[in-house]
């Protein structure tokens, strides 16, 4: 049987299928004996009562109706705690696991024990400001430095454990995890990489220098980029979703965080099946076997 009798359901506030697809969730567990509560915001969208879903409190599980984002924005709230279930309302869905069609029939299997559980890396990331103090952060996919549309190329100096690195003329830097090596990385041409894989992913955006590609770094070093240009409205962001404006000879570590996300699975599908359908490559095998 499963462990799951605590259940924290957040969604997309700015959905009204979410909230909607939420609260009738949460009145579903109820029934089946759980004790399952809507985070805050989505309690409040969808006029749901108290006591709400607080990540400090300890759960069993973690269900996020939405898309990948809302998926995102469990894992650095959670930071490495209970497991998460994606649950995909939008398109395109790299973590999410099921469909809204999927998603009672699936809750039975998982309910009954039915699962497994896949383990993804996080990113600790340490904002070091010029002028005193500092801030850290979880990020699941990836931290960004880039500048705004108007403003100019910027240099950042990048050093790693064993020393200075590069100095980067560009318009940004994406350090990824292998998970996020599908968002950002690979709209700005770096390589996609399995989720299993202990490494990150040094991107430039749109370099000065052609020379300057892509680099995959074991996660066991750590990154700094210290920004040396003129502050020109230059920002850090995690997971394309929060952030934060740099000013000059701020600095960002990255390096691999202690905890990791724990994904819950129910499909036997490899990365590669998900590549294949997410990303239309073909390959998928007709009624004789063969690759179409």
């Not at 957040?10 to 759980?34: F, I, K, Q, Y």
């Not at 931290?143 to 990048?158: E, F, H, P, Q, W």
């Not at 968002?183 to 996609?192: C, D, E, K, R």
Request: proline share 6%.
């Amino acid at each position: 049987m499963s462990h799951f009798s605590r259940i924290g359901v957040v969604s997309r506030v700015d959905s009204p299928e979410a909230v909607r697809t939420a609260v009738e969730l949460v009145d579903w567990l109820g029934r089946r004996g759980c004790t399952a509560a809507l985070d805050e915001e989505t309690a409040l969208a969808g006029g749901h009562p108290p006591p709400y879903f607080v990540p400090e409190e300890g759960w069993d599980l973690v269900i996020a109706l939405g898309g990948d984002g809302t998926l995102l924005a469990a894992a650095r709230g959670l930071g490495g705690g209970a497991p998460i279930l994606g649950v995909n309302l939008g398109r395109l869905g790299f973590l999410t696991e099921v469909s809204r069609s999927e998603l009672y029939p699936v809750l039975v299997r998982i309910l009954d024990g039915e699962y497994s559980l896949e383990e993804r890396s996080l990113l600790a990331v340490t904002l070091t400001r010029a002028e005193g103090g500092s801030t850290s952060h979880r990020v699941l996919n990836d931290a960004v430095v880039g500048k705004s549309v108007l403003s100019r190329i910027i240099d950042l100096a990048v050093s790693t454990a064993g020393g200075p690195l590069a100095r980067f003329r560009a318009d940004g830097l994406i350090v990824s995890t292998p998970t996020g090596s599908t968002a950002y990385n690979l709209s700005a041409g770096g390589p996609i990489l399995d989720p299993s894989l202990p490494v990150m992913v040094l991107t430039p955006i749109c370099p000065h220098t052609l020379t300057l590609r892509p680099l995959v770094v074991p996660d066991t070093t750590w990154i700094e980029v210290r920004l040396e240009s003129r502050a020109d409205e230059v920002f850090l962001t995690f997971d394309g979703r929060e952030g934060t404006q740099l000013a000059q000879h701020d600095r960002v570590r990255i390096e691999r965080a202690p905890e990791r996300v724990r994904l819950v699975r129910v499909r036997r599908r490899s990365f590669f099946d998900n590549l294949r359908e997410k990303l239309r490559w073909g390959g998928l095998e007709d009624g004789k076997g063969r690759l179409v």
